[in-house]
């Protein structure tokens, strides 16, 4: 056989391993639960009609961090404002330094629309070895904990939530004795580089913290979704947050991360209730986004770049190229492995699409998405090497390391 043959066979091999043995990542059923896990299945289902809920409502704080938000906030707060929620909640926004009058606007976006108390506090520039969103964080959860609440809801400006989402959230944690629940907001998908490049964002981030293996009892991978995160308030004093992350770029994870190092129990799934609305109309947006953390994720390690981009172009890119050049060769193993490599990984993306309500004709075009996800991500190890490392808002983080001791990486499901 040829080279090219063995490469599209290796290829195929993976696939089918992803499609069985990635905790069945591609599916999108993991929606936010109202039962209890300790009961058999058709009772959970029986529980999801039937909507239990609480007998006594804990109170909550809503904590938004925003800096220069003005474009979205008309679109979001007033979202958070309206929440149809049966205890005591309020909202804090935590205008972080911003130049486009976010927190006057706030104000006045309270005072049109009503609904739930707004506070707006502003607590200056971050001090050395803070990133600003937790830095904002860390003055929004010491604010809402000197009122009590059982529940912090920290949601980012951008996001905005149907009327009884608060209400959702809070069941789903309170009847299955969950510390921290996550969803991961349904991102705005109009412009043509959104089509192509937001699912699969989603669909990436699946396959490498599958929703299964975090929600499991004995959880075999740990993350959660920064957009929309539900914690316990005694949880987050036990872990220590924001202090133990406050130099984590992808605050997200690390979070999920010291919530279970005290034991805390985490569920993450895609959201119904909740969408966010910054656009990204052009690649230019879209990659900024990528490209600001994604040297993190990988630790800021060249091997782990070269690993990378070694498996995206195995997995993602060869099987299309097997099949043209088989093709094209008279290569017949090489172009029945690639094609069926290629077929097995449009098929694993069709529910994302189906999610996003997107034509099924785009599922093809994975490897062209993944091609532009490997560059994004040499991009930004390029980025972090020449000193501008995770920019946002104004704001550079040219080497945003883990706290020495405090915020070490853990395995999955650590």
């Not at 091999?13 to 896990?37: C, E, I, K």
């Not at 909507?51 to 679109?75: F, H, S």
């Not at 091997?303 to 008279?330: F, I």
Request: hydrophobic share 50%.
């Amino acid at each position: 056989m040829s080279t090219l043959a063995w490469f599209a066979l290796v290829s195929l091999a993976v696939w089918v391993w992803l499609l069985f043995g990635q905790g069945f990542f591609w599916r999108t059923d993991q929606r936010l639960p109202s039962a209890s896990r300790d009961l058999p299945s058709s009772s959970r289902d029986q529980a999801r009609r039937t909507r239990v809920e609480p007998d006594r409502w804990p109170r909550v704080a809503i904590v938004v961090p925003a800096r220069d938000e003005a474009e979205v906030l008309p679109l979001s707060l007033p979202s958070l404002l309206a929440q149809d929620y049966p205890g005591a909640a309020e909202v804090i926004l935590v205008d972080d330094g911003s130049t486009d009058g976010t927190g006057r606007l706030a104000a006045e976006l309270a005072a049109r629309h009503g609904g739930l108390p707004l506070t707006v506090v502003s607590p200056g520039e971050p001090e050395p070895g803070w990133t600003g969103k937790l830095w904002a964080l860390r003055h929004g959860m010491a604010l809402a904990r000197t009122r009590g609440p059982g529940f912090l809801l920290l949601t980012d400006a951008d996001i905005a939530h149907e009327p009884d989402s608060l209400r959702l959230l809070v069941s789903a944690a309170e009847a299955n004795g969950l510390d921290l629940v996550s969803q991961m907001a349904r991102l705005r998908v109009e412009s043509l580089w959104e089509r192509l490049v937001v699912p699969a964002f989603v669909y990436f981030f699946a396959q490498l913290y599958p929703f299964r293996w975090i929600n499991r009892p004995r959880p075999l991978a740990t993350a959660a979704a920064g957009g929309c995160v539900l914690l316990r308030t005694e949880t987050a004093v036990a872990a220590d947050v924001p202090e133990v992350i406050r130099q984590a770029v992808i605050d997200d994870v690390s979070l999920a991360r010291a919530v279970r190092r005290t034991g805390g129990r985490i569920w993450l799934g895609l959201a119904e209730r909740v969408d966010s609305v910054r656009p990204y109309p052009g690649l230019g947006d879209l990659w900024r986004m990528v490209a600001r953390s994604a040297y993190a994720q990988l630790r800021h390690s060249p091997l782990l770049l070269l690993g990378t981009a070694a498996g995206l172009v195995l997995v993602y890119l060869v099987p299309p190229a097997a099949l043209l050049a088989g093709a094209l060769r008279g290569d017949g193993v090489a172009a029945w492995a690639g094609g069926a490599a290629w077929a097995v990984m449009a098929g694993t993306y069709v529910p994302m699409l189906r999610y996003y309500r997107q034509p099924l004709w785009l599922a093809p075009l994975l490897p062209f998405t993944a091609f532009l996800y490997l560059l994004m991500t040499v991009d930004s190890a390029v980025r972090h090497y020449r000193g501008v490392g995770a920019a946002w808002k104004g704001r550079t983080y040219a080497r945003p390391e883990a706290t020495p001791d405090r915020c070490r990486d853990v395995a999955p499901g650590e």
